[in-house]
């Protein structure tokens, strides 16, 4: 089974707005990280948090986490429409030995209209 | 600096083919990964690479193997391809380095097995 699960699967706004995402995720973590799918291409990593920091700034996103709830959240302030995207959490368990593992949640896709 | 490159892009195949993914970078990583990727699943790791010559099992292995002979390449190899198979298949990468985590990925490749 998946170790992060976002909410929502789906999400659309219109440009401007902000949006939020959320992740949960079952196990002990180092790390958690988003990244980003635009349609028909790669991952792009956008930030990563790691388990004793609660709050991490990058331009117009912040990251939140609670360790305690295993959740996590990504807001996009001042949404735009190239912002449409799939978005993704990643947790590196500690359950694994070996760095560099993650488990990918199922993602929420992001639809910004102009 | 190419990245993460992956051949090919495109491929169709008839159930019992079989094929190799290639998968190049130009980061010096250590850590290689292979994931796949179908619809409502997210990604989901196949194999992966510590290292030249090492490799290890994922989430979901059965049906594939791989090879890291050298650094830089990490092969994805289909002995019988099965329908079950069809899916987008994701190659990353990343540094040695638990602190940061972040994996780069390929452009992905699309396969359907008929």
């Known amino acids: 089974s998946q170790q992060g699960e976002e909410d929502p699967q789906a999400l659309s706004i219109q440009e401007g707005e902000n949006a939020t995402m959320n992740c949960s995720y079952k196990?002990?973590?180092?790390?958690l990280q988003w990244y980003r799918q635009n349609s028909g291409r790669g991952l792009v990593h956008l930030i990563l948090?790691?388990?004793?920091?609660r709050e991490k700034h990058s331009g117009r996103l912040r990251v939140t986490l609670d360790t305690s709830k295993k959740s996590s959240s990504l807001l996009i302030t001042a949404s735009r429409a190239a912002d449409t995207a799939s978005y993704f959490c990643?947790?590196?368990?500690?359950?694994?030995?070996?760095?560099?593992?993650?488990?990918f949640g199922q993602g929420t896709e992001l639809s910004v209209k102009p | 600096n190419a990245g993460v490159t992956q051949t090919p892009k495109f491929r169709v195949l008839k159930t019992g083919q079989s094929m190799t993914l290639l998968c190049a970078q130009d980061m010096n990583h250590e850590y290689m990964y292979w994931y796949r990727q179908d619809p409502g699943m997210g990604l989901r790791l196949i194999h992966y690479?510590?290292?030249?010559?090492?490799?290890a099992k994922g989430e979901v292995p059965d049906g594939y193997n791989v090879s890291r002979l050298k650094k830089q390449n990490f092969l994805l190899g289909l002995e019988s391809a099965a329908p079950s198979q069809t899916s987008v298949y994701f190659c990353?990468?990343?540094?040695?380095?638990?602190?940061?985590?972040?994996?780069?990925f390929g452009p992905g490749t699309r396969l359907t097995v008929l």
């Open positions: 690479s510590v290292g030249e010559g090492t490799t």
């Open positions: 196990t002990s973590i180092n790390n």
């Open positions: 990353a990468s990343s540094y040695l380095d638990r602190v940061t985590d972040t994996q780069y």
């Open positions: 948090i790691r388990s004793n920091e």
């Open positions: 990643a947790t590196d368990a500690t359950i694994y030995n070996q760095g560099g593992k993650l488990i």
